[in-house]
């Protein structure tokens, strides 16, 4: 028997499809917005705050000015340095188990994540990720210079041809209509998950629709 994919690529978004954070963003965020006076989410309304840019979620879910989210921006950050990056998240199952067949199928792999790329890079050395990988692409630390999501594909992209691999036909795997977003701003095809936060319209878009790491390996991996 012989696997093949039909992809030559596979780029990872990581909050909601990877890892779930989901303790630690809310034990952070809840720090930040007492702070500057703005009420805590629930663990319900996270999905409002996992997935896209935090300076532009600040903005966007609590009012702040550009000027003031920069601010709230690096309080959270600090609190997640001072915390450990990886504190509190987990693997989804089955997840590290299908990047080490994709691997040993000959595909290349890259994280293509909005989160900041120093944060992205503790994730993967804490989980063991990196052998799986031949990028590790996320957000510049500012989230404004290297932000959105297309641009962090095309990154991504960029990245992977630059260390040899074949980005003829990529596929993003995501678990928020910013995944969607984005890959179609770079032509590339996005395979959604229902495992993260996000609300069920945002699937809309995306070339297929997961529910669990099982369905997800039949997309990627085919046996003959």
Request: no cysteine; glycine share 8%.
């Given at each position: 028997m012989t696997v093949r994919s039909p992809w030559t690529c596979i780029l990872w978004d990581v909050d909601g499809t990877v890892v779930d954070a989901s303790d630690g963003i809310l034990r952070r965020l809840t720090i930040a917005l007492e702070h500057f006076g703005k009420p805590a989410p629930t663990r319900e309304e996270l999905v409002h705050w996992i997935g896209p840019p935090?300076?532009?979620s600040f903005q966007k879910n609590v009012g702040m000015t550009p000027e003031e989210s920069s601010e709230a921006v690096s309080y959270y950050r600090a609190i997640g340095k001072a915390?450990?990056?990886t504190t509190g998240a987990k693997l989804y199952p089955g997840i590290a188990d299908l990047m080490a067949e994709l691997a040993s199928a000959g595909l290349?792999?890259?994280?293509?994540?909005?989160?900041?790329?120093?944060?992205?890079?503790a994730l993967v050395e804490y989980f063991d990720l990196s052998p799986y990988l031949q990028a590790v692409v996320g957000a510049t630390a500012d989230?404004?210079?290297l932000a959105s999501k297309s641009d962090i594909v095309a990154e991504a992209l960029r990245r992977l041809r630059a260390?040899?691999?074949?980005?003829s036909r990529p596929v993003l795997i995501g678990d928020r209509h910013h995944d969607v977003d984005g890959g179609a701003a770079q032509g590339v095809p996005?395979?959604?998950?229902?495992?993260?936060?996000s609300?069920?319209?945002?699937?809309?878009?995306?070339?297929?629709v997961v529910d669990d790491v099982d369905e997800?390996?039949?997309?990627l991996l085919i046996e003959e």
């Open positions: 935090m300076f532009e915390d450990g990056y290349s792999q890259a994280t293509a994540s909005s989160k900041p790329e120093n944060q992205v890079a989230e404004k210079t260390a040899g691999a074949d980005t996005v395979i959604f998950v229902r495992w993260g936060f609300w069920p319209h945002e699937s809309e878009g995306a070339t297929a997800l390996r039949a997309l």
